[in-house]
């Protein structure tokens, strides 16, 4: 079983790799506003890269919530807690 520390850190380490940016850069304020390379199709990348990462599979409704850190933690979150 996979602790919510564990968690936080693997999505952060993925946000990391997607964007290209260091993994300490990665703070809960991470969003398009702050991650120079978080565009439409950098969000795309992202949501891939989660779904391979946890073996998960998002509804369109969840990848439009994914709007900032927090959020998308709470989204991979729920969606570990439903399978």
Same mark, same amino acid.
């Given at each position: 079983?996979?602790?919510? $520390?564990?968690?936080?850190?693997? $999505?952060?380490?993925?946000? +990391? ?13 991470? +969003?398009?506003?702050?991650v120079g390379?978080?565009? +439409? ?14 073996h998960i599979?998002?509804s369109d ?23």
């Amino acid at each position: 079983m996979t602790t919510e $520390i564990e968690v936080d850190a693997r $999505i952060k380490q993925v946000v +990391s790799n997607v964007f290209a940016v260091d993994v300490a850069t990665v703070t809960e304020d991470a +969003s398009p506003d702050t991650v120079g390379n978080w565009d +439409s199709l950098g969000h795309m990348n992202l949501v891939v890269a989660l779904e391979e990462e946890f073996h998960i599979q998002f509804s369109d409704e969840q990848m439009m919530e994914m709007l900032n850190l927090p959020l998308v933690v709470c989204v991979v979150k729920e969606q570990l807690a439903a399978r």
